[in-house]
């Protein structure tokens, strides 16, 4: 019966973390890969965000740069959006508003949660009332690394 309980849980975790990627991996695909019309995008992060930038791309390191930060909406969705580029490769920064299901399942090891979707790196986060997500086409261990030092900086401006 144990194992049972231990295998439906395990389930749950899984589909749960991956339902909670997919919302930063969207944004991504709309966003920095081009699908969202620019007239759909404020530019700037609002009052609230705009000086989480400059410590965001401290926190990321030289090899960053800024492509654009702005607010956008998909799929009824607000997000606020750094997108960053590595080499060639876009690096989205994403935070949105947390609903109240919108909970990652707790984990022993680590507060981010990582997956690969949709070929995307994806390392998604709680942070106050908001879920925070790095999603890229690097390597995971790469976005993860990213993930573990930017979260930190996204904190301090999400939480009371």
Not at 40 to 54: D, I, K, S, V, W
Not at 67 to 78: E, L
């Amino acid at each position: 019966m144990l194992a049972v309980v231990a295998g439906g849980v395990w389930f749950y975790s899984i589909r749960k973390t991956n339902e909670l990627l997919d919302i930063g991996v969207d944004d991504h695909l709309h966003c920095a890969m081009g699908r969202t019309p620019k007239a759909e995008r404020a530019e700037g992060l609002g009052t609230q965000f705009a000086p989480m930038l400059e410590p965001v791309v401290d926190a990321a390191g030289a090899d960053y740069s800024v492509v654009s930060a702005h607010r956008c909406n998909v799929s009824g969705r607000t997000y606020f959006h750094i997108i960053m580029q590595r080499g060639q490769t876009p690096v989205s920064v994403i935070l949105t508003p947390r609903g109240e299901q919108e909970i990652f399942p707790r984990t022993l090891s680590s507060r981010l949660h990582e997956g690969i979707r949709d070929g995307f790196s994806v390392a998604g986060f709680q942070s106050g009332a908001h879920l925070g997500y790095i999603v890229s086409a690097l390597p995971g261990n790469q976005n993860g690394e990213l993930a573990a030092r930017l979260a930190p900086v996204i904190d301090r401006y999400t939480k009371p």
